[in-house]
């Protein structure tokens, strides 16, 4: 049974910090690319970082360039994002996702996700 459960979100000031993390089981996360989307109150699922299924290489949303970071342990089957410097404009449910094999980036619609994480940043 595939499985992708987020943690680590929770309520932040605006300016500081928060780290994702994507707990995997259930198929080969090491051929899969990963990432994560992100949706607000009133607006649609939008794509916030992916790495390649064979690491290395990263795409963000320009909305979260130079303030987030995706990575990986692969030995542990987890993804992460660390998030620097939140916006109030951050907050959102955060949503862990995994398409392939072998992708080097995420469909709009990855074949798995997990059930979400809620990040909100206050003022």
């Known amino acids: 049974q595939v499985r992708l459960r987020e943690s680590g979100g929770g309520v932040v000031q605006a300016g500081g910090s928060l780290r994702l993390s994507c707990e995997t089981s259930?198929?080969?996360?090491?051929?899969?690319?990963s990432g994560w989307f992100r949706q607000a109150p009133g607006k649609e699922r939008e794509f916030v970082a992916s790495?390649?299924?064979?690491?290395?290489?990263?795409a963000y949303a320009d909305s979260v360039k130079g303030r987030f970071t995706i990575s990986r342990d692969i030995a542990k089957n987890t993804l992460y994002l660390q998030m620097n410097n939140l916006k109030l404009e951050d907050t959102a449910v955060y949503y862990c996702?995994?398409?392939?094999?072998?992708?080097?980036?995420?469909?709009?619609?990855?074949?798995?996700w997990g059930q979400g994480t809620q990040v909100t940043v206050s003022s």
């Open positions: 259930g198929f080969n996360f090491n051929n899969y690319a």
């Open positions: 996702a995994a398409d392939g094999p072998f992708r080097a980036t995420l469909r709009e619609d990855p074949k798995f």
């Open positions: 790495i390649r299924w064979s690491g290395g290489s990263t």
